[in-house]
């Protein structure tokens, strides 16, 4: 029972440590920042490129963003 019980945590770790491994670890990229990229890419690769993408409208502040 304790070799089974072994093996069962060893495997929930071996799978933690998979799951946790995925992603990549760097700030989120915003749609334009995303599209300036994808054209970037298609242009060294030699492919159609994507339309240019609009700029993105200035934020407003609003009062409860401090709070959030």
């Known amino acids: 029972m304790t070799g089974s019980r072994i093996l069962v945590t060893l495997t929930l770790l ?12 760097a700030g989120l990229d915003t749609p334009y920042e995303a599209a300036v990229q994808a054209r970037k890419d298609a242009e060294k690769a030699k492919q159609p ?20």
């Not at 071996?14 to 670890?25: F, I, L, P, S």
């Not at 240019?52 to 609003?62: C, I, Q, S, T, Y």
């Open 49 to 68: 490129v994507p339309p240019e993408p609009e700029k993105p409208v200035e934020d407003k502040k609003f009062i409860l963003d401090p709070l959030l």
């Open 14 to 25: 071996a799978a933690m440590a998979v799951v946790t491994a995925c992603g990549r670890k």
